[in-house]
């Protein structure tokens, strides 16, 4: 596994900046020999180390510094601020979660950690000797980061190998390491796990504060810390998916005309930001294809609306485009179309759906299994008139996505409803919101 790069912060304040910079040295997964197993099921703990013993435990793997195990914890020293100090353990896992208590026991360098984290210099003398508690979750490219059950960092675009293991970090100090555990997750879980912030699922991009379904709309859905993005898809005159949500071109470009009526090229030459405000003129309306490349390269999951009415055909070219961009592991599939779900199911088995309901089906368990749902989408007005069904459906194994939300209010609701995630216009007001209760 190469080293993950937690680039897409979540909301952190003064106290975290330090805790950020702690986390990104003390704990990384990093390109290490480590040997590849089979798979273990979810809830296993792989690695749970306490150090016990007198020397190094079994399968750990000094890589470059001083490591020892020293009154039962394990301790690494890094001499030199710029020089990592690593040792690797544990092994490959698509879906993890790697917990360590951390002790900074010196820092050689304040220069060196002031340059890593504003907050750090200043509280170096304050968190020598304080233990710290650091999570990693990981799933596929996704990887949320906590601190002390606070999330600090989260990011869309770790960078996997196919057999590396786990290790720790150590740079410009001495710090000290105990209870490592590693536990096996299950493979795209969408059901929150217990004390896990709902997930911001950003409704056509950042909606409200760029133009809806363009890359600039995403580019701001990114930054705010969103975990997801939405869009809407529909074919061009000669196949090709574009990203809009009405079936006219009319309200959000200078253009008019039906989508299904207008070919790539048309749509590729119309502006789908001025509309929107003078400093969005430009904006381009995005293929699916151009989309996914941007979300590949920059960052972010997919929730992929197929909007409206759709032949198996169409349904093939989307899904081809999700494999050409190798996206499948990032993208989840949602319709209030049923049958575009069959098509999509049986296509391409691999991609998670999600069906859409502005009201609860009689009983949506029964149906989520004949459609073989990861996820199920309803309104917020039709779940508020039976909340129960998030238990049911948790109880089947189908997370429980709610839309479109904008209002603090319902986010405190739905939260104590149980529900997985929100899809909202207001994805950093709703990121913001979270790490405010949390």
């Known amino acids: 596994m190469t080293k993950s790069h937690p680039s897409s912060p979540g909301p952190q304040n003064g106290r975290t900046g330090m805790l950020a910079a702690l986390l990104a040295l003390s704990v990384s997964t990093v390109a290490l020999t480590a040997p590849r197993a089979v798979s273990a099921g979810p809830g296993e703990a792989v690695v749970d180390e306490g150090f016990n013993g007198p020397g190094l435990p079994t399968g750990w793997s000094a890589v470059e510094g001083d490591w020892k195990v020293e009154g039962g914890r394990l301790v690494g020293t890094s001499a030199d601020a710029g020089r990592q100090t690593r040792i690797a353990f544990g092994r490959h896992l698509d879906d993890f979660r790697i917990e360590v208590t951390a002790r900074f026991e010196t820092a050689v ?193 997919l929730l992929l609306e197929i909007k409206g009415p759709h032949t198996r055909d169409e349904v093939a070219r989307i899904v081809q485009e999700v494999r050409d961009h190798e996206m499948a592991d990032r993208v989840l599939v949602q319709s209030f179309e049923a049958d575009a779900l069959r098509h999509t199911r049986e296509l391409a088995p691999e991609l998670p759906l999600a069906l859409l309901r502005s009201s609860l089906d009689d009983d949506p368990v029964a149906l989520s299994r004949e459609l073989g749902l990861a996820a199920y989408h309803p309104a917020d007005e039709a779940l508020a008139a039976r909340p129960e069904v998030v238990a049911a459906l948790h109880a089947a194994g189908v997370a429980v996505n709610v839309w479109t939300v904008d209002s603090a209010a319902r986010w405190k609701a739905l939260d104590a409803a149980g529900v997985d995630g929100i899809i909202t216009n207001r994805p950093a007001e709703l990121a913001g919101w979270l790490s405010a209760h949390q």
């Not at 060196?112 to 304050?126: I, K, M, Q, V």
């Not at 989260?154 to 720790?168: I, K, P």
């Not at 555990?181 to 299950?186: D, H, I, K, W």
């Open 109 to 301: 360098d304040d220069v060196r950690w002031t340059a890593l984290g504003l907050e750090f210099s200043r509280n170096a003398t304050d968190a020598a000797g304080r233990d710290v508690r650091i999570a990693v979750e990981v799933h596929g490219t996704t990887a949320r980061w906590s601190v002390d059950g606070r999330e600090v960092v989260r990011s869309t675009r770790v960078a996997r190998s196919a057999d590396d293991g786990q290790a720790l970090l150590v740079d410009g100090s001495a710090v000290s390491f105990d209870d490592v555990r590693v536990t096996a997750l299950a493979p795209g879980a969408f059901v929150r796990q217990p004390g896990a912030p709902l997930a911001v699922f950003a409704h056509r991009g950042a909606s409200s504060a760029a133009p809806e379904n363009t890359l600039l709309a995403d580019e701001v859905a990114r930054r705010a810390g969103a975990d997801w993005i939405e869009n809407d898809v529909r074919p061009s005159r000669d196949g090709v998916p574009y990203v809009l949500h009405d079936d006219t071109v009319n309200r959000t470009t200078n253009g008019t005309g039906a989508v299904r009526d207008l070919t790539a090229a048309q749509l590729d030459g119309l502006d789908a930001g001025s509309w929107f405000a003078p400093t969005a003129a430009g904006a381009r309306l995005p293929s699916l294809a151009a989309q996914l490349d941007d979300l590949r390269t920059r960052g972010g999951n």
